[in-house]
């Protein structure tokens, strides 16, 4: 059985995380799983360059959010787990209270109903106390609350750079191998002294 993999895509600024973590998964052994929400479409025409039907064709199988029969929204269906890259506070929401109102959310419920990995790419700020308790609830439930928040030791010189780092944290945890950024081996001693 190939690894797979499910990736949501929900309408917060940032859907260029999703679209390179799918880049990215072509050159793996791994089967993508891609949901994308309207708002995500939406996002994607006025951030990027790509068309909703493009990112889809980087996906091994694209799903309807509606689909509520699909083979993603059963724990029998055997994943690594899932991303949402980003993920909106609205999705945040309805993870958090089990509200699988659409594919997107059942799937992560799935996720975290299975004990599977589910890393929630959460893309606001500033947060209030509301967004913060949503998020130490999810956490709660299993999910990996992921932000992407950029380090820089690794001296990136562009956006892709930026984003690429977020993506390779991603994989860290999901078990992936890449090589997105420098890692930290810590500081070289001063030869002067």
Not at 115 to 143: F, I, Q, S
Request: aromatic residues 6%; hydrophobic residues 40%; proline residues 5%.
């Amino acid at each position: 059985m190939p690894r797979r993999m499910v990736i949501g895509i929900s309408g917060a600024s940032g859907v260029i995380y999703g679209v390179r973590m799918l880049e990215h998964l072509r050159d793996t052994d791994c089967e993508t799983h891609l949901i994308m929400s309207d708002s995500a479409k939406l996002n994607m025409a006025i951030e990027t360059k790509y068309k909703a039907t493009d990112v889809e064709r980087l996906a091994d199988y694209a799903y309807k959010p509606t689909d509520m029969a699909a083979a993603i929204a059963s724990g029998s269906f055997l994943t690594a787990g899932m991303v949402v890259a980003p993920c909106s506070i609205k999705t945040l929401s309805g993870i958090a209270n089990s509200y699988a109102d659409n594919l997107l959310t059942r799937a992560a419920d799935v996720a975290l109903k299975e004990k599977r990995k589910l890393v929630l790419v959460v893309r606001e700020t500033p947060l209030h106390k509301g967004h913060l308790n949503l998020m130490v609830t999810a956490a709660d439930l299993g999910a990996h609350i992921l932000p992407p928040v950029p380090s820089f030791y690794h001296m990136p010189k562009t956006i892709d750079d930026i984003i690429d780092q977020t993506i390779g944290k991603i994989f860290d945890y999901m078990n992936i191998d890449h090589e997105l950024f420098r890692r930290w081996k810590g500081v070289e001693p001063d030869s002067g002294n």
